[in-house]
């Protein structure tokens, strides 16, 4: 008997993007792969989802499930991974759209190829011409983003693909990263649980970059030193946590126009939860730290 297609998980999380959101979940379900099924997590501002619940109310493969307080990037995906059955779970935002029809079909072949492989992460491009976003796309041993498929050590949250025993192995996104840098975390993660990730170009998103519903200018660099702090606490030895956080400081300064509040105010989060980080700490070992190292990955930055 020929073994079946692994069942795949397409989860999208949104929040005040219906038609967006509606693009994402059409991309997903126009893809030619037999077994498929759509979970969104829907914020729910003033009930404007009303219209996306009503829209797949009766569609077997699309499951909507409503938030009601905005609980962020990482707890969003985490229910998202709870509510998906898939053998294989992806992950779309809900201004992407797949490329082409066959991105499910590529994502199996790859994960049945490279069993030791946990995590997939795809070309991202600018929606209106098809150039590649760079910062969308993990950098490869030549520190460039080629054509081709490369082993990497983190993926970009775009579009990105799991093998369930994967996420199984590992504790999901840290729920207390409303935004940004969420997942690095889960990759640190699963380089410890002994997964490889591996970039694969041949899937495609078309990234929309909708400006609406990220946080400020300058809440979003706080967020951002903030959290790469609290990745390198938790995952890094504190040699590399030292360098990185002097580094980090010093480009947030710089894109802020030296706002002074803004890096205070990531440090004073820290430092506030510095007794969970630290209990949190687990370092990973220095095998994978040079593994990390020459496949141009995020040690420092």
Same mark, same amino acid.
């Given at each position: 008997m020929p073994v #079946?297609?692994?069942?795949v998980s397409i989860v999208i999380i949104t929040y005040d993007r219906v038609e967006d959101a509606i693009?994402?979940?059409?991309?997903?379900? /126009?893809?030619a792969y037999p077994r498929l099924e759509v979970v969104v997590i #829907?914020?729910?501002?003033?009930? /404007?989802?009303e219209p996306l619940a009503d829209r797949y109310r009766d569609v077997d493969a699309v499951s909507i499930h409503e938030e009601h307080e905005r609980g962020g990037v990482s707890r969003a995906r985490n229910r998202g991974f709870d509510? *998906? =059955?898939? +053998?294989?779970v992806v992950i779309l935002d809900d201004d992407a759209v797949f490329e082409d029809q066959r *991105?499910?079909?590529?994502?199996? $072949?790859?994960?049945?190829? !490279?069993? $030791?492989?946990g995590a997939l992460s !795809?070309?991202?491009? $600018?929606?209106? $011409?098809?150039? +590649?976003i760079p910062t969308e796309i993990p950098r490869g041993p030549n520190g460039t983003v080629p054509d081709s498929a490369y082993y990497t050590t983190y993926f970009v949250g775009v579009g990105a693909a799991f093998r369930r025993q994967a996420l199984d192995a590992v504790s999901g996104f840290p729920p207390e990263f409303f935004y940004y840098k969420e997942e690095l975390d889960l990759s640190f993660q699963l380089l410890k649980a002994g997964y490889e990730l591996r970039y694969v170009p041949e899937v495609v998103v078309r990234h929309k970059g909708t400006e609406g519903s990220r946080p400020s200018e300058n809440d979003g660099w706080r967020l951002t030193l903030e959290n790469r702090i609290r990745v390198s606490i938790r995952h890094l030895p504190w040699r590399y946590v030292l360098i990185s956080?002097?580094?980090? =400081?010093?480009?947030?300064?710089?894109?802020?126009? !030296? /706002?002074?509040?803004?890096?205070?105010?990531?440090?004073r989060n820290v430092v506030s939860d510095? =007794?969970?980080l630290l209990s949190q700490r687990s370092v990973i070992d220095a095998a994978s730290r040079r593994r990390v190292a020459e496949l141009h990955g995020r040690l420092w930055y």
């Amino acid at each position: 008997m020929p073994v #079946a297609e692994p069942l795949v998980s397409i989860v999208i999380i949104t929040y005040d993007r219906v038609e967006d959101a509606i693009a994402a979940i059409e991309s997903a379900r /126009s893809q030619a792969y037999p077994r498929l099924e759509v979970v969104v997590i #829907a914020n729910v501002p003033g009930g /404007s989802y009303e219209p996306l619940a009503d829209r797949y109310r009766d569609v077997d493969a699309v499951s909507i499930h409503e938030e009601h307080e905005r609980g962020g990037v990482s707890r969003a995906r985490n229910r998202g991974f709870d509510h *998906a =059955t898939g +053998d294989i779970v992806v992950i779309l935002d809900d201004d992407a759209v797949f490329e082409d029809q066959r *991105a499910i079909e590529r994502i199996a $072949d790859t994960f049945e190829e !490279f069993p $030791d492989v946990g995590a997939l992460s !795809f070309r991202s491009t $600018d929606y209106a $011409d098809g150039s +590649d976003i760079p910062t969308e796309i993990p950098r490869g041993p030549n520190g460039t983003v080629p054509d081709s498929a490369y082993y990497t050590t983190y993926f970009v949250g775009v579009g990105a693909a799991f093998r369930r025993q994967a996420l199984d192995a590992v504790s999901g996104f840290p729920p207390e990263f409303f935004y940004y840098k969420e997942e690095l975390d889960l990759s640190f993660q699963l380089l410890k649980a002994g997964y490889e990730l591996r970039y694969v170009p041949e899937v495609v998103v078309r990234h929309k970059g909708t400006e609406g519903s990220r946080p400020s200018e300058n809440d979003g660099w706080r967020l951002t030193l903030e959290n790469r702090i609290r990745v390198s606490i938790r995952h890094l030895p504190w040699r590399y946590v030292l360098i990185s956080t002097l580094i980090w =400081t010093v480009y947030v300064l710089i894109h802020t126009r !030296f /706002s002074l509040n803004t890096v205070v105010g990531a440090y004073r989060n820290v430092v506030s939860d510095r =007794t969970q980080l630290l209990s949190q700490r687990s370092v990973i070992d220095a095998a994978s730290r040079r593994r990390v190292a020459e496949l141009h990955g995020r040690l420092w930055y």
